[in-house]
């Protein structure tokens, strides 16, 4: 073989090719070997069947190679052959493995010339051959043929690209020899991925199809279009001699013949043919395996370590064990707990930075939507004093009242309490839904056991619904308790004569039946109730389209500044009159927009009636909208008498209109009370009924619910996926450690040459030289004579003794840039076991 104490490398690779194969792409390994790379009809098949000595591979005009083939020759007594999709049938006639090649390539590309890029693995066992794992790929096409698609010349480069490309697999780049070796398809993809050349080797073929008069010395000398390693040059057989089944050993003697006896080659007979190229072969695979070896052993050791733990629990679980079993109950049901009450509580423990947790979400219901919905009733103010209206004028009846009535007061009072049913019965509502939603995704971690999950969602649920129920009754106990005595003589209640004092000092500054936003404590400019980032977007293109600017609202302004470092002011917008509707989301938007606009029908922003404000999620929009109605910016209300009744807010009786005010100035202060109340009350009700009651159930009542069902046998059956993956993960585990069992045996010691250095390679390129005709003997050139290839004893039987006079690939430096793929990147291979 080709390198002493390394003879076991190859057959090492196939190994773990062989161990790690039944666990898929998950324990996937680049291992070395050799992709053969050329155009159609260039000879590539039958170098490898030369390797071989036996016609296996499918011919024909044409693309006949349209799956990836991975051929492993290794040296053994006996002689035959074996692929993977049928391990248990060895091939002892050769003409069988060709018609088995044919059916599985049809089997996926059809019978029209299609390709596909899932290999086909055949492995030769063989006293003829040395140790090679070599991959021979489709031919470079141009022109699509029958049913093939018309960028096939881009898929076979792809297909091509998915091996060339990774750093431990050697190129074979086989070109004819009647054509121009500048313009060699397979040196140029050789080139892209390779371009210091420290994994191509060139092989010539077709030297005895050449025009008479010319040869191929400068280029076997690798002095006209130098490669770092240089090539190497093969006869074939023609296709008349495959045609009249000529013998391959016969070819192998003929070629020996040609090389000897040819004027421009005997000089280095010894250094061409198809022995001398296996014998390099060997030798370059052997030490790239030795190089990456301690890659391979890396990466096997850090998968094992990632997988140790999971495994071993699998190893200890044994599905008949009912102690096992009750043992895994307990401790799946305190995960959960523990797990629920992280996502509730919070924990400094894997914190998530992507989205907010259910206990954050909780808490911007308890703070942001439940006050949102509150002062979304409080905004109403001309329903409020429509209803006013109505209560004193029904309560006066035929009569005409001197006074303001306490009835009417108080008629008001319990119908703004009662309701305030709807906001509290909805807040209940999306906190029982953030608590479901909470437990479905802790029930998940369960999946391995479905009756288990299915059980455990089923009683949690129902003791979320149970809370609810109670929420609700507590709920309408709360408003039931404000509902039967309404206290005039709270502290924070202004009474009736500093309402009719603050009636007066209004009537005085505020013209009657203006509105405005009545009602609002005015706040200190100086207060920021919210930041953030908000776009523009009903500014017209010729004036700069829409833009994103930084906004600062407070209790007076809204201002925007170009960005959030706040030095270059925009614009400050009064909240004076200002109200904000909601804009419908267009198809092709991604943005959730709302508006601002002046109740008198005045420009808000510049010559704009409204300014339209984009927000990137429902979740900023709704937030944006309660800092809005904290600042006293109320939405539009549109709002319809149904009896027809005429708008009351403009009195013919101003002593109506005194009562009218001064009892709204009431409601407003005793409304005040409750929503301060209720907005206290409130997240204490749930955060105690429903929350922590749920909480406390998880933890101490589960697990006692689950064991009265009184079918522990079946709860913690596996579920079909489980038992694929717990497989799963123990044969890979045995892999590894079969593959890290197989590496620890080998001894890497061996004796190499220095690489070649560097040659220059400009000269493939896609134009870097004019055409020219067959390369000729008697061409001079201008370029630098590269040193020629490493020189190997000439041996003309494949089992001729090993050398120590090899080639070595150096180690690839984790530090050079990975090669370009040009034109695309190639889709995965699909795993076919």
């Given at each position: 073989?080709?390198?002493?104490?390394?003879?076991?490398?190859?057959?090492?690779?196939?190994?773990?090719?062989?161990?790690?194969?039944?666990?898929?792409?998950?324990?996937?390994?680049?291992?070395?070997?050799?992709?053969?790379?050329?155009?159609?009809?260039?000879?590539?098949?039958?170098?490898?069947?030369?390797?071989?000595?036996?016609?296996?591979?499918?011919?024909?005009?044409?693309?006949?190679?349209?799956?990836?083939?991975?051929?492993?020759?290794?040296?053994?007594?006996?002689?035959?052959?074996?692929?993977?999709?049928?391990?248990?049938?060895?091939?002892?006639?050769?003409?069988?493995?060709?018609?088995?090649?044919?059916?599985?390539?049809?089997?996926?590309?059809?019978?029209?010339?299609?390709?596909?890029?899932?290999?086909?693995?055949?492995?030769?066992?063989?006293?003829?051959?040395?140790?090679?794992?070599?991959?021979?790929?489709?031919?470079?096409?141009?022109?699509?043929?029958?049913?093939?698609?018309?960028?096939?010349?881009?898929?076979?480069?792809?297909?091509?690209?998915?091996?060339?490309?990774?750093?431990?697999?050697?190129?074979?780049?086989?070109?004819?020899?009647?054509?121009?070796?500048?313009?060699?398809?397979?040196?140029?993809?050789?080139?892209?991925?390779?371009?210091?050349?420290?994994?191509?080797?060139?092989?010539?073929?077709?030297?005895?199809?050449?025009?008479?008069?010319?040869?191929?010395?400068?280029?076997?000398?690798?002095?006209?279009?130098?490669?770092?390693?240089?090539?190497?040059?093969?006869?074939?057989?023609?296709?008349?001699?495959?045609?009249?089944?000529?013998?391959?050993?016969?070819?192998?003697?003929?070629?020996?013949?040609?090389?000897?006896?040819?004027?421009?080659?005997?000089?280095?007979?010894?250094?061409?043919?198809?022995?001398?190229?296996?014998?390099?072969?060997?030798?370059?695979?052997?030490?790239?395996?030795?190089?990456?070896?301690?890659?391979?052993?890396?990466?096997?050791?850090?998968?094992?370590?990632?997988?140790?733990?999971?495994?071993?629990?699998?190893?200890?679980?044994?599905?008949?064990?009912?102690?096992?079993?009750?043992?895994?109950?307990?401790?799946?049901?305190?995960?959960?707990?523990?797990?629920?009450?992280?996502?509730?509580?919070?924990?400094?423990?894997?914190?998530?930075?992507?989205?907010?947790?259910?206990?954050?979400?909780?808490?911007?219901?308890?703070?942001?939507?439940?006050?949102?919905?509150?002062?979304?009733?409080?905004?109403?103010?001309?329903?409020?004093?429509?209803?006013?209206?109505?209560?004193?004028?029904?309560?006066?009846?035929?009569?005409?009242?001197?006074?303001?009535?306490?009835?009417?007061?108080?008629?008001?009072?319990?119908?703004?309490?009662?309701?305030?049913?709807?906001?509290?019965?909805?807040?209940?509502?999306?906190?029982?839904?953030?608590?479901?939603?909470?437990?479905?995704?802790?029930?998940?971690?369960?999946?391995?056991f479905p009756k288990l999950r299915d059980e455990t969602e089923r009683i949690v649920t129902t003791e979320i619904r149970q809370q609810?129920?109670?929420?609700?009754?507590?709920?309408?106990?709360?408003?039931?308790?404000?509902?039967?005595?309404?206290?005039?003589?709270?502290?924070?209640?202004?009474?009736?004569?500093?309402?009719?004092?603050?009636?007066?000092?209004?009537?005085?500054?505020?013209?009657?039946?203006?509105?405005?936003?009545?009602?609002?404590?005015?706040?200190?400019?100086?207060?920021?109730?919210?930041?953030?980032?908000?776009?523009?977007?009903?500014?017209?293109?010729?004036?700069?389209?829409?833009?994103?600017?930084?906004?600062?609202?407070?209790?007076?302004?809204?201002?925007?500044?170009?960005?959030?470092?706040?030095?270059?002011?925009?614009?400050?917008?009064?909240?004076?009159?200002?109200?904000?509707?909601?804009?419908?989301?267009?198809?092709?938007?991604?943005?959730?927009?709302?508006?601002?606009?002046?109740?008198?029908?005045?420009?808000?922003?510049?010559?704009?009636?409204?300014?339209?404000?984009?927000?990137?999620?429902?979740?900023?929009?709704?937030?944006?909208?309660?800092?809005?109605?904290?600042?006293?910016?109320?939405?539009?209300?549109?709002?319809?008498?149904?009896?027809?009744?005429?708008?009351?807010?403009?009195?013919?009786?101003?002593?109506?209109?005194?009562?009218?005010?001064?009892?709204?100035?009431?409601?407003?202060?005793?409304?005040?009370?409750?929503?301060?109340?209720?907005?206290?009350?409130?997240?204490?009700?749930?955060?105690?009924?429903?929350?922590?009651?749920?909480?406390?159930?998880?933890?101490?009542?589960?697990?006692?619910?689950?064991?009265?069902?009184?079918?522990?046998?079946?709860?913690?059956?596996?579920?079909?996926?489980?038992?694929?993956?717990?497989?799963?993960?123990?044969?890979?585990?045995?892999?590894?450690?079969?593959?890290?069992?197989v590496i620890g045996q080998i001894s890497t010691s061996t004796s190499t040459t220095p690489l070649p250095p560097p040659v220059d390679?400009?000269?493939?390129?896609?134009?870097?030289?004019?055409?020219?005709?067959?390369?000729?003997?008697?061409?001079?050139?201008?370029?630098?004579?590269?040193?020629?290839?490493?020189?190997?004893?000439?041996?003309?039987?494949?089992?001729?003794?090993?050398?120590?006079?090899?080639?070595?690939?150096?180690?690839?430096?984790?530090?050079?840039?990975?090669?370009?793929?040009?034109?695309?990147?190639?889709?995965?291979?699909?795993?076919?076991?």
């Amino acid at each position: 073989m080709g390198n002493r104490g390394m003879e076991e490398l190859i057959p090492l690779v196939n190994q773990l090719q062989d161990a790690l194969s039944s666990v898929g792409h998950t324990c996937s390994l680049d291992l070395p070997q050799i992709a053969v790379v050329g155009g159609q009809s260039a000879g590539k098949s039958s170098v490898l069947e030369n390797f071989v000595g036996r016609d296996f591979l499918p011919r024909g005009s044409g693309i006949v190679t349209r799956r990836p083939l991975i051929l492993q020759l290794l040296s053994a007594d006996a002689e035959y052959g074996e692929f993977l999709h049928c391990k248990e049938k060895k091939f002892t006639d050769f003409d069988e493995i060709q018609q088995e090649i044919e059916a599985e390539t049809h089997r996926l590309t059809g019978s029209n010339k299609g390709i596909s890029p899932v290999p086909i693995h055949l492995r030769i066992h063989s006293p003829h051959v040395l140790n090679l794992t070599l991959v021979d790929l489709p031919g470079i096409t141009k022109v699509p043929v029958g049913d093939q698609p018309s960028d096939i010349e881009y898929q076979i480069r792809d297909m091509i690209m998915q091996f060339i490309c990774k750093e431990h697999c050697l190129i074979l780049a086989v070109t004819p020899a009647n054509m121009d070796l500048a313009n060699s398809d397979a040196l140029k993809l050789a080139k892209d991925v390779d371009p210091q050349g420290l994994r191509t080797i060139g092989v010539i073929t077709k030297l005895d199809l050449m025009d008479a008069g010319t040869d191929a010395r400068v280029i076997l000398e690798n002095k006209l279009l130098p490669l770092r390693r240089g090539y190497i040059g093969v006869v074939n057989r023609s296709q008349k001699d495959i045609d009249g089944k000529k013998d391959i050993k016969a070819a192998l003697l003929a070629e020996q013949k040609f090389f000897l006896s040819h004027p421009a080659y005997r000089h280095m007979a010894d250094r061409m043919g198809t022995p001398y190229l296996q014998r390099v072969l060997n030798q370059q695979l052997t030490n790239h395996i030795r190089d990456t070896l301690p890659a391979v052993r890396s990466l096997l050791q850090d998968q094992l370590l990632a997988l140790n733990k999971e495994a071993e629990e699998y190893r200890q679980f044994n599905p008949e064990d009912l102690a096992r079993r009750t043992k895994t109950l307990l401790q799946l049901v305190q995960r959960l707990s523990v797990d629920f009450e992280k996502l509730i509580e919070g924990t400094g423990d894997d914190v998530e930075t992507v989205s907010l947790s259910a206990g954050a979400r909780i808490n911007r219901i308890f703070h942001e939507r439940f006050p949102y919905e509150l002062i979304k009733m409080e905004s109403d103010e001309k329903k409020l004093r429509r209803e006013i209206n109505y209560a004193i004028r029904n309560i006066h009846g035929v009569r005409t009242g001197l006074f303001t009535p306490n009835m009417a007061f108080e008629a008001i009072v319990k119908k703004q309490i009662s309701r305030l049913k709807g906001p509290c019965f909805k807040f209940v509502d999306m906190v029982g839904q953030e608590l479901t939603s909470t437990v479905y995704q802790c029930i998940n971690k369960l999946s391995s056991f479905p009756k288990l999950r299915d059980e455990t969602e089923r009683i949690v649920t129902t003791e979320i619904r149970q809370q609810e129920s109670r929420c609700r009754d507590q709920v309408l106990l709360l408003i039931d308790i404000q509902l039967a005595y309404v206290n005039t003589k709270h502290e924070d209640f202004i009474g009736f004569t500093n309402a009719q004092r603050t009636n007066n000092q209004n009537n005085q500054k505020t013209a009657p039946g203006s509105t405005g936003n009545q009602g609002v404590i005015p706040l200190s400019s100086l207060i920021v109730i919210r930041k953030g980032w908000l776009t523009i977007s009903n500014i017209g293109i010729m004036k700069g389209g829409a833009k994103e600017y930084w906004f600062i609202l407070t209790a007076e302004s809204l201002c925007w500044y170009k960005d959030d470092e706040e030095k270059e002011k925009k614009y400050m917008l009064s909240l004076d009159n200002l109200q904000l509707r909601d804009v419908e989301k267009s198809f092709m938007s991604s943005k959730f927009i709302f508006s601002l606009f002046n109740t008198e029908l005045r420009n808000v922003y510049k010559d704009y009636k409204s300014l339209d404000l984009a927000c990137n999620s429902q979740e900023e929009l709704e937030s944006w909208k309660a800092s809005l109605l904290q600042a006293g910016v109320y939405p539009e209300r549109v709002t319809v008498d149904a009896e027809g009744n005429g708008s009351p807010e403009y009195f013919s009786d101003p002593q109506l209109e005194r009562q009218v005010e001064t009892i709204r100035s009431l409601v407003e202060s005793y409304m005040s009370i409750i929503y301060k109340t209720i907005k206290d009350l409130m997240p204490k009700t749930i955060m105690h009924l429903m929350v922590n009651s749920v909480k406390e159930f998880i933890s101490s009542e589960l697990l006692a619910q689950l064991y009265a069902l009184g079918e522990g046998a079946t709860l913690m059956d596996e579920s079909a996926v489980q038992q694929q993956h717990r497989q799963e993960v123990l044969s890979k585990h045995a892999a590894l450690k079969e593959a890290l069992a197989v590496i620890g045996q080998i001894s890497t010691s061996t004796s190499t040459t220095p690489l070649p250095p560097p040659v220059d390679s400009s000269w493939i390129q896609p134009s870097s030289l004019p055409p020219q005709k067959s390369v000729t003997s008697n061409r001079p050139t201008g370029r630098g004579q590269a040193p020629p290839a490493p020189r190997l004893p000439s041996h003309t039987a494949p089992s001729a003794p090993p050398s120590t006079d090899g080639i070595h690939l150096p180690t690839i430096q984790p530090h050079r840039p990975p090669p370009s793929v040009p034109r695309r990147n190639p889709p995965p291979i699909p795993n076919v076991k």
